[in-house]
Nanobody
């Protein structure tokens, strides 16, 4: 089992940047495929990005390609989401998730563990 704690959210102006971090407990972090999801008010939780255990395979939803970068540091049990060129449409609670499987996942139901979320607000 793994516990996930997100940090790094906040208020930023449009065009700005934030880096989210997700710290995982446990000694088997490298065995998990990790993902970031977000949920805006009144909307479903949606996939943002995912990464495999080694960091070589990454996937992004179309709306963040070229702006967001997911990465991980297995020595620190941490996964990151670097977010650049933020827009008000990126405003949401961002969740970190872990998946015990051979491949990365892009659907909410594919993930086994979730963090509590961190709020990102982008002002226009």
């Amino acid at each position: 089992q793994v516990q996930l704690v997100e940090s790094g959210g906040g208020l930023v102006q449009a065009g700005g940047s934030l880096r989210l971090s997700c710290a995982a407990s446990g000694r088997t972090f490298s065995s998990y495929r990790m993902g970031w999801f977000r949920q805006a008010p009144g909307k479903e939780r949606e996939f943002v990005a995912a990464i495999d255990w080694s960091g070589t395979i990454r996937s992004y939803t179309d709306s963040v390609k070229g702006r967001f970068t997911i990465s991980r540091d297995n020595a620190k049990n941490t996964v990151y989401l670097q977010m650049n060129s933020l827009t008000p449409e990126d405003t949401a609670v961002y969740y970190c998730a872990a998946r015990q499987a051979l491949r990365i996942g892009v659907r909410r139901e594919e993930y086994d563990y979730w963090g509590q979320g961190t709020q990102v607000t982008v002002s226009s």
